[in-house]
C-alpha cells in the first residue's frame, strides 16, 4: 500500500468552520507536503513540513507533524466556499531515495 | 507565463495506438517528473529525471518511455495503448529532489 493515507476520505462543512484532514505514513520521511487539488486541475502546493519540524502556519493553514506517530495534520480554519477541493500529503521515502508519494487524498466540500 | 504545461489537454485514441504528451517547464528546475491518477485520485509516480538522467522509475510496464531532450522538458511516449493506461497523467518539476514540486495541467487519456 502506499506511504500516504489520508483521513478522512471526504468531509463536508459549511463555510466558516474548520476543516481537519490527517495523513498516516508508514517509513521515515524528510519532509511532508500538504497540495490542493481543485476539479480537474493540477496540485498546486500548500506547505512543507521538514522532519525535524512540528507545526507550520500559512495564512488559514496549520500543519502539524508528529514523527513519533507518522502522522500529520492539516487544519483549514474559517473555511470557505473556495476551500472545495481535494487535499493530499505527499512524502518522501526518507534517507537518500526521495521517491514522492502520495496519499488518495480527503476530498473537502464547503457549503456556502 | 505558465511554470509547467503539457499538451494534450485530452487524448482519446483506440486500443492499441501509440502515443505522445509533452511537458515543458520554464522554472528553471533541474528536476521533472511524470504521475498518473486513477479514477480514484489516486496519485502514483512513474518517472522522475534530475538534469535529464533517469532517476525514479516506478515498476511502469516497458510500453512507457520517457523522454527528457533538455532540462526543461519531459515527454511521455506511450506504446499499444490499453484501456487500463485510461486516466489523468500530470507533469511536475521541482528545483531538487526533495523540494515543493510544480504541477502541469494534466492529460486525461481515455482509451477505447
Known amino acids: 500500500s502506499q506511504q500516504g493515507e489520508e483521513d478522512p476520505q471526504a468531509l463536508s462543512i459549511q463555510e466558516g468552520e474548520n476543516a481537519t484532514m490527517n495523513c498516516s505514513y508508514k517509513?521515515?520521511?524528510?519532509?511532508l507536503q500538504w497540495y490542493r487539488q481543485n476539479s480537474g486541475r493540477g496540485l498546486v502546493h500548500l506547505i512543507l513540513?521538514?522532519?525535524?519540524?512540528r507545526e507550520k502556519h500559512s495564512g488559514r493553514l496549520r500543519v502539524t507533524l508528529d514523527t513519533s506517530k507518522k502522522s500529520s495534520s492539516l487544519l483549514i480554519t474559517a473555511s470557505r466556499a473556495a476551500d472545495t477541493a481535494s487535499y493530499f500529503c505527499a512524502t518522501d521515502s526518507g534517507g537518500g531515495s526521495y521517491i514522492p508519494t502520495f496519499g488518495r487524498g480527503t476530498s473537502l466540500i464547503v457549503h456556502p | 507565463d505558465t511554470a509547467v504545461s503539457q499538451t494534450p489537454k485530452y487524448l482519446v485514441t483506440q486500443m492499441g495506438n501509440d502515443k505522445s504528451i509533452k511537458c515543458e517547464q520554464n522554472l528553471g528546475h533541474d528536476t521533472m517528473y511524470w504521475y498518473k491518477q486513477d479514477s480514484k485520485k489516486f496519485l502514483k509516480i512513474m518517472f522522475s529525471y534530475n538534469n535529464k538522467e533517469l532517476i525514479i522509475n516506478e515498476t511502469v510496464p516497458n510500453r512507457f518511455s520517457p523522454k527528457s531532450p533538455d532540462k526543461a522538458h519531459l515527454n511521455l511516449h506511450i506504446n499499444s495503448l490499453e484501456l487500463g493506461d485510461s486516466a489523468v497523467y500530470f507533469c511536475?518539476?521541482?528545483?531538487?529532489?526533495?523540494?515543493?514540486?510544480?504541477f502541469g495541467p494534466g492529460t486525461r487519456l481515455t482509451v477505447l
Open positions: 511536475a518539476s521541482s528545483s531538487g529532489r526533495t523540494d515543493t514540486q510544480y
Open positions: 513540513i521538514r522532519s525535524n519540524e
Open positions: 517509513t521515515s520521511i524528510n519532509n
